[in-house]
């Protein structure tokens, strides 16, 4: 497809590139727009989407990336088991479904990608650049090392259709303006202030006067019996095969290390880096644009020193805000493309060696740069890494016998599911027997398999599965028994029964006081004698905006609401879970608008970002809600042997 992109002559790319895009975009619409067979799919295939048919390799490559990008987002909770919070499979379906409806609105509004958009957003990733140009032989090469590998006219035309999608997106945000007046009242609204004074329940205060009989504790057992239920546990069994097991003698040779450093070579690329060293003056989101100027006065100032010759790092010592590197300097070290926030980062390449920056702005604050050293793209060559080639070759050779001892492992647990301690002792293996413990447990030594007590609910009793360890470490495991789950007898749980229906009981009682007391706070009860009646204390917030935090409470939602929505000297109640507000405005104050000509175009953005927001969330309700459509209509057929 872009063959002579692949070769080296610019302006046959774009002569080539024309006919292509065009001829794909036909055959885009034909598939998924006008042609529809109306047919369900084969053994195969996963789905049928409007009559065509989504292959097996297509789902596991959609599905994959979903489960990737999932375990990228939530990489700092190792212990989280993504696949019983999030159903890949149908996630997966859903967005096939989604790239066929937004293709079919791309044909209903015209909408179609260049050849000199296609061509400038491939040769512009860094993936297939050398020296920040396009190099067709690299690009050949990334792609040939892919697993599987993606040939160049696969690859080609997803991009096409990325890009065509992301336009039918951008449609829907293009128009999106805010008038004068919604920015004003935004504003008034988020600088109006309040000051509250307030009495505060919570339900222990209340436990004393909570009275139960034995029929009520019997009734609440019946009425919340789940909640007593004990879950269901299992014994596993297994055995663990170190991959040092399956070791052996190997000296790869010279075609083995040079046909992996060829399918591989994105692994051994460096990616452009430079040094920085910077000051931070921080300014926070809710500052005012006195505030705002103050910090770029101090900011200019510091500059000025610093171009008149004052140290960079002392400099950095005595005035940066960014406590992390002010100590060392302001330096932040060698740090790649994509880590820094954009006018940050567009800043630091741009900058030659030694030079200064201007202040500038970021979400953090205004900051000074100085570049003290780059270093440019390269890939390694294969000598300085031949090495670490023959090592990972013996490591896969070792986990290809591991695999293979794995298989046959399998094969005669699944021929006598009862013999694995006889298996276990011929090959001289340790086996563990672990306690029983719920599916939300975990096996103890074996907390860095998060997937394994989910795969072995998955199971039948004796039946077997594996699982491979981040070491290389493979694992054979067996369901040994199961334990049924069962809702405990209420002689079992009686204490927590009780506990249960106190707090329940006395959590109403709390809020029963609060709503008695507005009544009479309204008729002209002062809040001091509320809280004289139970020895409480009356609190004062001082003023505060609708998104501030309460003073001594923090984000209050219902509280702010509540105040808000308040004249001075008016009563109201607000509620958060086990706590109970009975609360009085003091003061209220309209917005300063003495800064609003300033803060104006930074709010209409902030507007026109949320409605841009909205705009893009409602459009997303419309695609689920259409996929829920098409599968209800049958537009969107699923072969029964997939479980979604």
């Known amino acids: 497809m872009l063959q002579w992109m692949r070769q080296a002559q610019a302006w046959v790319i774009k002569g080539v590139l024309l006919a292509v895009v065009?001829?794909?975009?036909?055959?885009?619409?034909?598939?998924?727009?006008?042609?529809?067979?109306?047919?369900?799919?084969?053994?195969?295939?996963?789905?049928?989407?409007?009559?065509?048919?989504?292959?097996?390799?297509?789902?596991?490559?959609?599905?994959?990336?979903?489960?990737?990008?999932?375990?990228?987002?939530?990489?700092?909770?190792?212990?989280?088991?993504?696949?019983?919070?999030?159903?890949?499979?149908?996630?997966?379906?859903?967005?096939?479904?989604?790239?066929?409806?937004?293709?079919?609105?791309?044909?209903?509004?015209?909408?179609?990608?260049?050849?000199?958009?296609?061509?400038?957003?491939?040769?512009?990733?860094?993936?297939?650049?050398?020296?920040?140009?396009?190099?067709?032989?690299?690009?050949?090469?990334?792609?040939?090392?892919?697993?599987?590998?993606?040939?160049?006219?696969?690859?080609?035309?997803?991009?096409?259709?990325?890009?065509?999608?992301?336009?039918?997106?951008?449609?829907?945000?293009?128009?999106?303006?805010?008038?004068?007046?919604?920015?004003?009242?935004?504003?008034?609204?988020?600088?109006?202030?309040?000051?509250?004074?307030?009495?505060?329940?919570?339900?222990?205060?209340?436990?004393?006067?909570?009275?139960?009989?034995d029929e009520e504790l019997q009734r609440y057992y019946e009425a919340h019996k789940e909640g007593y239920r004990e879950p269901e546990q299992r014994q596993i069994r297994y055995v663990a095969l170190p991959l040092q097991r399956f070791a052996q003698p190997y000296d790869p040779a010279a075609e083995e290390v040079n046909a992996y450093y060829a399918r591989h070579l994105e692994t051994f690329q460096r990616q452009e880096q430079v040094w920085v060293r910077h000051i931070l003056f921080k300014v926070a989101s809710s500052a005012t644009a006195e505030q705002e100027a103050q910090a770029r006065a101090r900011a200019e100032a510091v500059l000025a020193s610093l171009r008149n010759g004052e140290d960079f790092a002392t400099m950095a010592k005595q005035h940066s805000e960014d406590t992390a590197t002010a100590e060392k300097g302001g330096d932040l070290g060698y740090f790649p493309r994509g880590q820094m926030v954009q006018p940050f980062e567009?800043?630091?390449?741009?900058?030659?060696?030694?030079?200064?920056?201007?202040?500038?702005?970021?979400?953090?604050?205004?900051?000074?740069?100085?570049?003290?050293?780059?270093?440019?793209?390269?890939?390694?060559?294969?000598?300085?890494?031949?090495?670490?080639?023959?090592?990972?070759?013996?490591?896969?050779?070792?986990?290809?016998?591991?695999?293979?001892?794995?298989?046959?492992?399998?094969?005669?647990?699944?021929?006598n599911p009862r013999q694995f301690a006889e298996l276990a002792r011929q090959h001289e293996l340790d086996l563990v027997t672990t306690p029983f413990i719920p599916a939300t447990g975990q096996v103890e030594r074996l907390e860095g398999l998060p997937d394994l007590v989910k795969r072995v609910f998955a199971l039948p009793e004796l039946g077997v599965d594996t699982l491979q360890g981040q070491d290389g470490t493979q694992y054979v495991f067996q369901a040994a028994e199961i334990r049924p789950s069962t809702i405990q007898e209420f002689s079992v749980v009686q204490d927590r029964v009780t506990q249960d229906l106190r707090g329940q009981k006395s959590m109403e009682l709390a809020r029963q006081q609060a709503e008695e007391w507005v009544t009479k706070g309204r008729a002209g009860t002062p809040l001091a004698d509320f809280a004289a009646e139970r020895s409480l204390e009356v609190m004062e917030t001082g003023l505060f905006r609708r998104r501030d935090p309460i003073p001594q409470l923090g984000q209050q939602a219902d509280f702010s609401r509540v105040a808000f929505s308040l004249k001075v000297g008016e009563v109201g109640a607000a509620h958060d879970g086990a706590r109970h507000f009975v609360l009085q405005v003091t003061d209220r104050q309209q917005a300063d608008m003495q800064a609003y000509a300033t803060d104006k175009p930074n709010y209409r953005k902030k507007l026109i970002d949320q409605k841009r927001q909205q705009t893009g969330y409602g459009f997303q309700q419309y695609l689920h809600a259409e996929y829920q459509k098409l599968r209800q209509q049958g537009e969107i057929v699923v072969n029964p042997q997939y479980v979604f």
Do not use: C
């Open 346 to 415: 567009e800043v630091a390449f741009s900058l030659p060696v030694g030079e200064l920056s201007d202040v500038i702005r970021t979400p953090f604050g205004w900051h000074i740069l100085r570049v003290e050293d780059k270093r440019e793209a390269e890939t390694r060559p294969l000598a300085e890494v031949e090495s670490e080639i023959k090592e990972k070759l013996r490591e896969d050779k070792a986990r290809d016998a591991a695999l293979a001892f794995v298989d046959d492992f399998l094969s005669a647990l699944e021929a």
């Open 22 to 213: 065009l001829a794909f975009v036909v055959t885009i619409f034909y598939q998924w727009g006008v042609r529809s067979s109306g047919g369900g799919p084969t053994r195969s295939e996963v789905a049928t989407i409007f009559g065509e048919p989504v292959s097996i390799r297509e789902f596991q490559r959609v599905y994959n990336g979903l489960q990737q990008r999932y375990r990228a987002i939530f990489r700092a909770q190792s212990d989280m088991d993504l696949s019983e919070r999030f159903n890949f499979r149908e996630m997966a379906l859903e967005q096939l479904a989604t790239r066929a409806i937004l293709l079919r609105l791309a044909q209903q509004y015209g909408v179609v990608v260049t050849e000199q958009e296609l061509y400038d957003y491939i040769a512009g990733l860094a993936p297939f650049q050398e020296q920040g140009r396009f190099s067709p032989a690299r690009y050949q090469a990334v792609l040939r090392s892919q697993v599987p590998p993606i040939a160049p006219r696969q690859f080609e035309a997803e991009q096409q259709q990325e890009l065509l999608l992301q336009k039918v997106s951008t449609l829907l945000t293009e128009g999106v303006q805010v008038t004068d007046a919604e920015v004003e009242q935004t504003y008034r609204r988020d600088h109006e202030q309040v000051a509250v004074r307030y009495v505060m329940l919570t339900a222990p205060q209340f436990e004393a006067q909570v009275e139960m009989t």
